[in-house]
């Protein structure tokens, strides 16, 4: 029974069965030839070598390969035990780190009852942003994420804010250093959406953010199957409905972008200023499912609804159309399935 549970409590370390025959036949012997704790564990001596090396990488025994013949000594279990336990500890600092960013921040789906609660977790999403971030919030409630939203753009990040209810209109909104790259306005009392780089979201009611004391819940997502929907819901069914107040000046050229809905802003800010623009692709095209490959062309046209003018055909439509060699082809972004080419990486230059 004292061996079974010693064999059981070795396994949750990792050593396999023929491993913990070999480090018991040690250990009985406390130092010993390699034939004599083959013969004790019922193992090639060729493993019992193997086996050894490792052994003694985790602390478990030495092998003195000096001596003639090879000898393998077992390390004190004291030694053994003092050496596994400082390597769990060492554990703790990492595992905790990790257990808290996922508790508190990214739960697959997280019931939020208290508005500052809320709020603190548009301020805590903010912060990990690193590409882009769509947020349509009550009006009334910007002045509370104002400072966490100019950091974000400060970082590069592609802010798109709607401020919806009746306080939209008189928003205060500086359009030298504004709060988010393009900033709506809609008088409806809109539901409050948030996503950031498609893979955190949270969805409440207008009230829940508008009022105290309401009842209402909001939800958090920690899903990428499940944010890109309410991508989706934010530009298909609520930004076209609102006004554009605010649209921030696009990144200098040259450009290179991982975001494929990133370059289309700026192409279309850089066109509508009246500068003349070639991107350069990283894409394949959509229906053969070849190799990527690189495509250089002028931008011709840019199909998109993000902010005025509007050139999209349907309301979530992005793309890049290039003139190359006096072809025209149209370049969408990952998971495209309209366009000609499904593009990966762009980069932008003003045309010389």
Do not use: C
Request: charged share 25%; hydrophobic share 40%.
């Amino acid at each position: 029974m004292e061996d079974t549970s010693l064999t059981d409590r070795l396994e949750r370390l990792g050593l396999s069965e023929k491993e913990i025959d070999t480090y018991l036949a040690i250990l009985d012997h406390g130092e010993a030839k390699a034939s004599t704790i083959a013969d004790d564990a019922g193992v090639s001596k060729r493993y019992v070598y193997s086996v050894s090396e490792k052994l003694a990488d985790r602390g478990f025994v030495e092998v003195n390969d000096h001596a003639v013949p090879t000898l393998i000594q077992a390390h004190p279990p004291d030694e053994v035990v003092q050496r596994l336990t400082a390597e769990l500890e060492s554990l703790g600092p990492d595992l905790s780190a990790r257990w808290n960013r996922v508790t508190e921040q990214e739960r697959e789906f997280e019931i939020l009852k208290a508005r500052a609660t809320v709020i603190k977790r548009l301020r805590q999403f903010l912060a990990t942003a690193e590409d882009e971030v769509t947020l349509s919030i009550p009006a009334k409630l910007l002045p509370e994420i104002e400072d966490e939203l100019r950091e974000t753009v400060e970082r590069d990040v592609l802010v798109f804010l709607m401020l919806t209810g009746e306080e939209s209109a008189s928003a205060n909104l500086d359009r030298e250093t504004p709060v988010a790259s393009v900033v709506r306005v809609w008088a409806e009392r809109a539901p409050v959406l948030f996503t950031v780089d498609t893979r955190l979201g949270l969805f409440a009611p207008y009230e829940l953010l508008a009022r105290s004391n309401t009842g209402t819940q909001a939800v958090t997502i920690a899903q990428e199957q499940l944010v890109p929907i309410l991508v989706g819901s934010f530009f298909g069914n609520y930004w076209p409905m609102a006004e554009e107040a605010v649209v921030a000046s696009p990144p200098p050229l040259p450009q290179s972008f991982q975001s494929f809905r990133h370059a289309v802003f700026a192409a279309t800010r850089h066109r509508n200023q009246g500068t003349e623009v070639v991107a350069t692709v990283e894409a394949r095209p959509v229906h053969d499912g070849s190799e990527f490959r690189s495509l250089t062309g002028r931008v011709v046209e840019v199909r998109q609804s993000l902010v005025d003018p509007v050139r999209s055909t349907f309301a979530v439509e992005n793309a890049l159309v290039l003139d190359i060699d006096g072809e025209r082809v149209s370049v969408g972004g990952p998971g495209a399935f309209i366009e000609d080419y499904e593009a990966r990486s762009v980069r932008l230059d003003p045309l010389e």
